[in-house]
């Protein structure tokens, strides 16, 4: 099976092109390198040192045998996409390529302004070129939890049955994003359910949780196969941020009382759970929803799990509680469903002492690389 890798030069992305690639499918990465243009413009860097997308596939190739295609350039262009698609003939298209940091959308209007542009309208581009000439192929596009919100009533996958005045309707679950990059993610979904309802596209929205670790079989084989690994405010996510505070000897930054509860999962069943949909794809004219999270936790019981893996290591971390610069429920009830991937064979990696330990000698490794001034949160959500 030919599969297009959307984003392939990112965090998910890479390690799933390599996953995938090892485990016999035909591969080949799409990818603006926009990502590796923002961080020159926060002035921030990855903690692990990426190789340019060139030479990691170089190496990829020497070490396996296995060639992965590379298509440079921006979904946003409808001729460049439409070209590399029919280059590649892809039997499913994984769409990771959009902007994916909450704070990053929040900056300014400018920031919110190009991650809705940048998110909506590539993804509305990979749409009408699947009507118009790749109807049969699967779109996997990534979507997130943070779509729903934090309701006070159980989250199913995608859709919930509702009875109102006596009628019974099965529809699109309820959304309530948290940020400008949130709502671009529920804008999304709504384009791509209405393509497969016109259309008869097939599509599988991947609402996944936040992502943690690095290590993955295949990024581990070579130092120049190295994932990308986000630390500051802007890309950094809760889980891996507060492994590489506890490395360094800065206080865990927990915003407000930390009682926010999300979804999480490891990168190893990120690149699984994407195999998984590829492998069953959804049927004509069906648009599914999986909730992609193996454990929920709220952000301050991750910061104790990680202040006593530290300790276990010998270091003294800290917890601090910093004035929350989101505007986000902090106490809440979040109980998300996530039984689609689980029926469908996925054996997650539940969050262990081991995996923290692994991140945190990892980030010890790295250490040196951090650039402290980086770590506290800069951008609000907060009028001013
Ligand atoms: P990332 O920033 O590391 O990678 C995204 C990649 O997409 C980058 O290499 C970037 O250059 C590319 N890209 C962006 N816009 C593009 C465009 N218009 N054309 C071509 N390429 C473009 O992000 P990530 O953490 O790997 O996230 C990948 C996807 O997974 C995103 O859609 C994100 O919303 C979703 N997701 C991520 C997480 C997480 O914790 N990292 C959690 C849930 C969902
Ligand atoms: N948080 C802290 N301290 C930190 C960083 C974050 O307490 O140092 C809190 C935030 O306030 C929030 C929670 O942790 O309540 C999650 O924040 P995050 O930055 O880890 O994740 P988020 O902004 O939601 O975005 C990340 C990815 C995004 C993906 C999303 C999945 O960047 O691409 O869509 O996770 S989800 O959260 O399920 O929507």
Redesign the pocket.
Known sequence: MKVLVIGGDGYCGWATALYLSNRGYEVAILDSLVRRHWDLELCVETLTPIAPIQQRLQRWQDLTGKKIDLFIGDINNYDFLIKSLRQFQPDSIVHFGEQ????FSMIDREHAVLTQTNNVVGNLNILYAMKDEFPDAHLVKL?????YGTPNIDIEEGYITIEHNGRKDTLPYPKMP??Y??CS?VHDSTNIHFACRIWGLRATDL?????YGVLTDETGMDELLINRLDYD?V????????CI?AAIGHP?????S?G?T??FLDIRDTVRCVELAIANPAQAGEFRVFNQ?TELFS?GSL?EKVKEAGAALGLKVEVDH?D???V?KEEHYFNAKNTNLLDLGLQPHLLSDSLLDSLLNFATKYQHRVDKSQIL?KVSWHRK
């Open positions: 994916r940091s909450a704070p979507g997130t939890m943070g779509e948290g940020s990059y949130h993610k609402n996944q949780g936040v992502v405010g890309f950094g996510t809760a889980l891996n941020r507060f505070q865990l930054t927990v915003y407000g930390g926010q999300r979804a999270f952000v910061a910093l929350n610069p989101r986000e949160p």
